[in-house]
């Protein structure tokens, strides 16, 4: 079994600044793509950011510039930088890791059970 765990949600003020973390455990073999959607309130889950293993990023247009998404391959952890942070940004922030939990077997996805970030204005 695989388990995500997102930590750092929290309240804070629109200009400030939170630090997600994501960290991956239990029984896997290889982690791939790693990555943070966020839900708000009424919407659908929308793509924050995501890094390869190698370190590529990408971001959704609401996240460049401000957010910065980093991974630590050996800890089987992943950060979620978020600066600049406004009221839209508020929601349910998610990460999942594509993750093959022995030689020979599929990738699968697996989901943190989400960390609340709310922006007041």
């Known amino acids: 079994q695989v388990h995500l765990v997102e930590s750092g949600g929290t309240l804070v003020q629109a200009g400030g600044s939170l630090r997600l973390s994501c960290s991956a455990s239990g029984t896997i073999f290889r982690i791939n793509s790693m990555g943070w959607y966020r839900q708000a309130p009424g919407k659908q889950r929308e793509l924050v950011a995501t890094i390869t293993p190698g370190g590529e990023t990408n971001y959704a247009n609401s996240a460049k510039g401000r957010f910065t998404v980093s991974r630590d391959n050996a800890k089987k952890s992943m950060i979620l930088q978020m600066n600049s942070l406004q009221p839209e940004d508020t929601g349910v922030y998610y990460c999942?890791?594509?993750?093959?939990?022995?030689?020979?077997?599929?990738?699968?996805?697996?989901w943190g059970q989400g960390t609340q970030v709310t922006v007041s204005s």
């Open positions: 999942y890791a594509a993750v093959m939990v022995s030689t020979g077997r599929w990738w699968e996805t697996y």
